[in-house]
């Protein structure tokens, strides 16, 4: 009668190990290809820089509102008198 383990079967520890090779080598060559991270950074930075920009021009078209406002009053006011 063969050798039974009280305790179960156990795992195949050379097949754990070819598992955990495979994997990352796997992994390596998923990361090598990822490698417009670079890029990935820059265009975050873009996109900021352009949300900036459009913030500081929806400011400025308000003001260029207010001011534009304040002449149509001044008008207003110089053509009444």
Known sequence: MAFQNPIGPQPDTQRMVQSVHTFADSFSEGLTKLSNIPATAQGNALQDT????????????????RMEAQLNALITHVSTK
């Open 50 to 65: 352009l949300t900036q920009t459009l913030t500081q021009i929806t400011q400025l078209n308000a003001r260029m509102d």
